[in-house]
């Protein structure tokens, strides 16, 4: 079975804070995702890496950034915190082999931004 | 971004009811994915399909590529309380452009299912 595991469950963090959410997959998936969820929004992808080193734009990148200095590891960082930023953050992967591209998650990290 | 049509929104029904929701898109998309997020939790994948007129089974569930690759819909048999949550579809465009894009999945916003014991 997949297995994608997020640093954290639950995190508060202060406006302007540093925060890194990191995201580990243990199935050599080439393709890992970054997603913000908000009640009536759905799933918005914000960042996506299908490669060591190589990283695109999702639909709602500013604010954010990300690293991916390892196959299986996906970090996502917030520079600088906002309250706007507190939302339920879930990271994925996919092999590149699936054409059919599903996506595996992991559980979720709650972000509060205070 | 592109997002899918998903519809009810949200639906409440008793206990041993049949549930029905559907996506639909405005182009066409190579496979369709069924996921359900429990509350808390990350979405878990419970039907895949990947021919246009595909229908498959996944227990009390069936859901069908829809023959125009348009759409899909997802029902779900004689419900029972643990299938309370978010069913979100998702699927991968038939047309891509973008070298990245052909990773993306485009998804829905969410049927939310409550069930009355």
């Known amino acids: 079975d997949v297995k994608v595991t997020q640093s954290s469950r639950y995190l508060v963090k202060r406006t302007g804070e540093k925060v890194f959410l990191e995201c580990v997959q243990d199935?050599?998936?080439?393709?890992m995702f970054w997603y913000r969820q908000d009640p009536g929004l759905g799933l918005r992808l914000i960042y996506f890496?299908?490669?060591?080193?190589?990283?695109e734009k999702g639909d709602i990148p500013e604010g954010y950034s990300v690293s991916r200095e390892k196959k299986e590891r996906f970090s996502l960082i917030l520079e600088s915190a906002s309250t706007n930023q507190t939302s339920m953050y879930l990271c994925?992967?996919?092999?590149?082999?699936?054409?059919?591209?599903?996506?595996?998650f992991g559980p979720g990290t709650r972000l509060t931004v205070l | 971004g592109q997002q899918l049509n998903q519809s009810p929104q949200s639906m409440f029904i008793q206990e041993g009811e049949d549930v029905s929701m559907n996506c639909t898109s405005s182009?066409?998309?190579?496979?369709w994915l069924w996921y359900k997020q429990e509350p808390g939790e990350g979405p878990v994948l419970l039907i895949a399909l990947y021919k246009a007129g595909e229908l498959t089974s996944n227990g009390r569930l069936t859901a069908q590529f829809g023959i125009t690759r348009k759409d899909s819909f997802l029902n779900i048999s004689a419900s029972i309380p643990s299938d309370v949550g978010i069913y979100f579809c998702?699927?991968?465009?038939?047309?891509?452009?973008?070298?990245?894009?052909?990773?993306?999945?485009?998804w829905g916003l969410g049927t939310s299912l409550a069930v009355n014991p």
């Open positions: 994925a992967s996919s092999l590149l082999g699936d054409g059919r591209g599903t996506q595996y």
């Open positions: 199935m050599d998936h080439e393709n």
């Open positions: 998702a699927g991968r465009p038939g047309r891509i452009e973008g070298a990245g894009n052909n990773r993306k999945l485009i």
């Open positions: 182009s066409i998309f190579n496979t």
């Open positions: 890496s299908y490669d060591v080193k190589m990283k």
